[in-house]
């Protein structure tokens, strides 16, 4: 017998700890720009990190590491429906190449070819980009896959995974609180029937269609070191503390409907100290099109 697997009423709380820090995030900075060595003055980074939480910003970061050859098109990989970017904001200053990845729960690879974006969509509503928390997440969800809330009345771990993944959106309830970590709770409890084991199959198609994984934290915060989270766990302390970078999820359009130039970098010898300058991407990449370049600091 298949079993019904989404209610609108969500779970006890596991974690108050948790979700108790993860409302302290708010306070979290990003790094200053400073007028120092000829560097152009900008705002402090408290309002930097306001800025780029309460308002979307339009213009976004997104590193890859491909097979030579690969050509890149389009924001994620073809056929799915989101991407993670991070914002140009908060990387400026740049950071060396092998420093830039981690803060996105990446890591740098030496052998591969390096595809950088820097995207600034003409049209916000073509990419539709909202911060990567939990009920923004659930909501592109509703509105990237149409289905009926009338289907959800039989649907099961049996039904078909978009289906599941539409229904498990359409049944989230965001309650208004006054008690932080009781209204965080809610909600963290629920986003994690995801990755248990009687959802396999959203999970799959989660990881697939959003490249949502579980060291996905549904903050608006990517967990920087996460890569290697199943050999390497941590606790909610490390968790939190490395809650830094902040990311958005956009729909997986072209490099040119997003806006996007794009450099693709071929391995050299010194590569990964090399600063990745978001300024460097928009002069020497293609304009809606990966443009190969010799490093990055020389396009030839």
Not at 23 to 28: E, G, H, K, M, R
Not at 186 to 201: G, K, L, N, R
Not at 206 to 213: D, K
Not at 266 to 290: E, N, Q
Request: hydrophobic share 40%.
């Amino acid at each position: 017998m298949s079993r019904r697997i989404y209610s609108r009423k969500l779970s006890i709380i596991r974690s108050p700890l948790l979700v108790l820090l993860a409302a302290a995030l708010v306070v979290s900075t990003s790094p200053a720009q400073d007028n120092q060595h000829g560097r152009k003055s900008a705002e402090d980074p408290a309002r930097v990190t306001g800025d780029l939480r309460e308002e979307t910003p339009s213009d976004f970061l997104r590193v890859t590491f491909v097979s030579a050859g690969l050509s890149v098109t389009t924001l994620a990989r073809p056929g799915a429906l989101r991407a993670f970017a991070t914002a140009t904001a908060f990387y400026l200053p740049p950071l060396p190449l092998k420093e830039f990845p981690l803060y996105s729960g990446l890591v740098n690879d030496d052998s591969k070819t390096l595809v950088a974006l820097r995207c600034r969509p003409p049209h916000a509503e073509t990419v539709d980009a909202v911060l990567a928390t939990w009920p923004n997440l659930f909501h592109a969800i509703e509105r990237d896959v149409h289905h009926d809330g009338t289907e959800c009345a039989t649907v099961s771990t049996a039904s078909d995974p978009e289906l599941q993944a539409f229904c498990f959106a359409h049944a989230y309830s965001n309650p208004a609180g006054s008690t932080v970590p009781k209204t965080l709770a809610a909600t963290f409890d629920y986003a994690a029937q995801a990755f248990d084991a009687q959802h396999s199959e959203l999970a799959t198609w989660l990881r697939s269609q959003y490249g949502v994984f579980p060291a996905f934290s549904g903050l608006g915060f990517s967990v920087k070191d996460s890569y290697y989270l199943d050999t390497q766990p941590m606790d909610a302390a490390q968790l939190l503390v490395k809650s830094i970078s902040p990311e958005y999820v956009l729909k997986n359009v072209s490099l040119k409907e997003a806006g996007c130039s794009c450099i693709s970098v071929a391995p050299y010898p010194g590569r990964a100290d090399d600063r990745l300058d978001p300024k460097f991407i928009s002069k020497a990449g293609g304009d809606g099109a990966c443009k190969a370049v010799k490093s990055l600091t020389h396009a030839h």
